[in-house]
């Protein structure tokens, strides 16, 4: 008798991290469990979720297994060896090393920076003084993937395949917006994110489509 689950994701719709994961899981079309864990409350302090996790991070999964994994790019690399229908790694070695400079360009040298908890500690109460430091952050993380994605980019990130890079791309484009980065700066980015967002499992993984999100009065 098989002892798999249908996987259970804990994220918040609009952590980036955790919507990377959601973009992926659309791709792949799996279906999951949605675990909402509010980080503007603190939930991810709570004693139920730091047994879990002990990092208190956003996201979670735990897989069909019951196994439980952590950070966003090991969760990503871990569904595309599991289900490798709908690959989101190119088969040359080269391009694969590629697709994780651009995911690793967004998830260490750009996210961790505008990310809530160093918000919190650059800026306080400060709206602005957040607003200016992650704007800042964005914009030189932007340039240099810009000159990057002048090589690498075609329709996609890398070449005319959707991969991992792009899934990462998305939701640090909606950060820079939401600080009201001048994308204007960043053509490339631009183009190809306006292109991601025009397909439906982009669509059905943004944060406007989760149950946790507020509904618009």
Known sequence: MSTEQKPILYNYYRSSASWRIRIALEWKGIEYEYK??????????????????????????????GDFLAQSQAI???????????????????????VREICQIIACDIHPLQNLGVLRRVGGDDEQKKKEWANTSITLGFKALER???????TYCVGNSI?????????????????????????????????LQNLPEFIAASPQKQPDCPKEK
């Open 36 to 65: 909402a864990i509010n980080l503007l409350t603190k939930q991810n302090h709570t004693e139920e979720y730091s047994k879990l996790n002990p990092a208190q991070k956003l996201p979670a999964l735990i897989t069909k297994d």
């Open 76 to 98: 990503i690399e871990y569904l595309e060896e599991a289900y490798p229908d709908r690959p989101m790694l190119p088969k040359s070695p080269v391009e694969r090393a590629h």
């Open 148 to 154: 990057r994605l002048e090589k690498l980019s075609d």
């Open 163 to 195: 991969t991992m890079a792009d899934i990462f791309l998305v939701p640090m484009v909606s950060n820079a917006n939401r600080w009201d980065v001048d994308m204007s700066q960043f053509p490339i980015i631009t183009r190809i994110t306006n292109t």
